[in-house]
């Protein structure tokens, strides 16, 4: 039923490059008949590491670079290739997998014919970035809530969080967890002790029970390393 994925999950908003990124319209650019000490002027008041350079015909095909980061004294021009390049809605989560497998630190970005704009790490701490990547990871600790709930059992799940309670574990926050589930079920409230828990007690219980294989990790090494990083975000 195609409904049915309505009742399920908060829907992803999808930002892509190009909402992060600056627009060839916005941007700070020289002309091509601009000198090189023009160019070194903005860089060094900007503190840009990328300045575009526009032809006369509006095209962009080469940009100012300094020869060491963040040092304006000496720059060089080069052509944009065809690594400098990215489609413009790419998926941020594809752009941030771009910077880190490649460690570069920009891109200029096309609509596969012209460069519309630009896109650098410095954009990522953005407010659409940081709501993407929230909806991101509350998506996963959904859907891993589903996974831990198909395969884990309620007792299971009490039992692990009174032994977290027992042992004085309060980062674990399982005192309060069992708390306000316990206050919420004599109310009569309609809860899933699942629905209390946190990102990391779903890591805890995958590698208790044993389903990491389930998730696509070799080992629970490996887990414990994918979901370290994202805790740290």
């Excluded at 900007?46 to 962009?60: H, K, T």
């Excluded at 910077?99 to 012209?114: I, M, P, Q, S």
């Excluded at 659409?128 to 600790?141: G, K, T």
């Excluded at 574990?169 to 399982?174: C, E, I, L, V």
Aim: aromatic residues 12%.
């Amino acid at each position: 039923m195609r409904e049915d994925k309505h009742f399920v999950h908060i829907p992803i908003i999808e930002i892509h490059a190009a909402q992060i990124g600056m627009s060839k319209a916005r941007w700070k650019a020289v002309k091509e008949d601009q000198s090189e000490a023009a160019a070194i002027q903005i860089m060094t008041e900007l503190e840009f590491d990328v300045l575009p350079i526009e032809n006369f015909d509006g095209s962009i095909t080469h940009y100012f670079q300094p020869l060491t980061p963040k040092d304006y004294t000496q720059i060089q021009k080069r052509e944009i290739e065809g690594a400098d390049k990215m489609y413009y809605l790419t998926h941020v989560r594809d752009l941030v997998r771009q910077f880190v497998e490649t460690g570069r630190t920009f891109f200029f970005l096309t609509n596969h014919k012209d460069i519309m704009g630009l896109v650098t790490t410095l954009n990522l701490p953005s407010r659409p970035c940081h709501l993407s990547f929230y909806n991101l990871v509350n998506d996963l600790e959904l859907r891993l809530g589903d996974f831990v709930g198909h395969y884990v059992r309620n007792r299971f799940i009490e039992d692990f969080l009174q032994k977290k309670e027992s042992e004085g574990h309060t980062k674990s926050r399982a005192s309060q967890i069992l708390k306000n589930y316990h206050a919420d079920k004599a109310k009569n409230q309609d809860s899933n002790l699942i629905e209390y828990l946190y990102f990391t007690h779903f890591a805890e219980l995958i590698q208790a029970q044993k389903l990491t294989t389930y998730l696509g990790f070799p080992s629970t090494k490996q887990l414990e390393r994918a979901t370290a990083r994202i805790n740290e975000v």
